[in-house]
């Protein structure tokens, strides 16, 4: 399927919207993957082509986020490993399996997500649930969520930063920049199977992946200069908003 410049412009500014969403609400597919749809694609092909593409949205967050990730280098490494094995599975559940399975529970996920990010301060307040480091407990959910990036992806950001906030005890614009990496580590597990065997559509990867890269590198930038309070209410109130919005559609809305 060709692209003509036209498309490809929309692209690249769909592409700098969700870099910049993703890093700011963790919602970047909300933008993309509807932007590849309205360009003809059709669903599987639009998935596997927006998961490709988001890859490049890690890489600029990589650039413009240093700061936020210096000195958690050792965490974000050993995560690493979980995180590709995860997204790996998920790619090879999103093409053995019907993605109908997986749409039920998503909504439920992402409310939940939500109301965590919101809660979480008053929960730090208890020992019990203040970050513990990497842990058997904290590696079998970080591998859950990676797996949910690599199957569905819509909102996945959201599930990883609750998941890291039990694991990285920081500022949560650091561990956003965690999530963005590991996120984009467990999309290129993903990726490396979809672009063996899915339709990817690589002509429409390439203008994508280059605006999702420009606004993983601005996103940070404006991240930091967030009140913590604004910054956390933007991605919990994002998320209920958006697991409203799935239920409606998953559960017989239309």
């Not at 919207?17 to 909300?30: D, E, W």
């Not at 092909?45 to 949205?57: E, H, Q, R």
């Not at 590709?84 to 399996?97: K, N």
């Not at 203040?130 to 909102?155: D, H, K, L, M, N």
Request: net charge positive; with cysteine.
């Amino acid at each position: 399927m060709d692209i003509t410049p036209i498309q490809a412009l929309a692209l690249l500014g769909a592409g700098m919207a969700a870099g910049i969403v993703s890093v700011l609400v963790s919602l970047a597919s909300l933008v993309s993957y509807p932007a590849l749809l309205a360009l003809g694609l059709p669903p599987v092909a639009a998935n596997v082509t927006n998961t490709v593409a988001l890859v490049f949205n890690a890489a600029g967050v990589a650039v413009g986020a240093r700061y936020e990730l210096h000195e958690q280098r050792p965490t974000i490494g050993r995560l690493a490993v979980v995180a590709v094995a995860g997204g790996a599975t998920g790619a090879v559940l999103l093409l053995a399996m019907p993605a109908r399975w997986f749409e039920l529970v998503v909504p439920v996920l992402v409310a939940a997500a939500a109301a965590l990010i919101l809660v979480q301060p008053w929960l730090a307040q208890h020992a019990r649930f203040r970050p513990q480091g990497v842990t058997p407990a904290t590696a079998i959910a970080f591998f859950g969520s990676a797996v949910y990036i690599g199957y569905f992806g819509a909102a996945g950001g959201i599930i990883v930063i609750v998941v890291l906030s039990s694991v990285i005890d920081r500022p949560l614009t650091h561990v956003n920049a965690a999530k963005s990496i590991l996120g984009g580590v467990a999309n290129t597990a993903a990726a490396i199977g979809f672009a063996l065997f899915g339709p990817v559509r690589w002509a429409f990867v390439v203008p994508l992946a280059v605006g999702l890269f420009l606004g993983g590198m601005t996103g940070p930038w404006i991240a930091r200069r967030m009140p913590t309070g604004v910054f956390r209410r933007l991605i919990g109130g994002c998320g209920l908003g958006v697991a409203v919005l799935l239920a409606w559609r998953t559960y017989g809305g239309g």
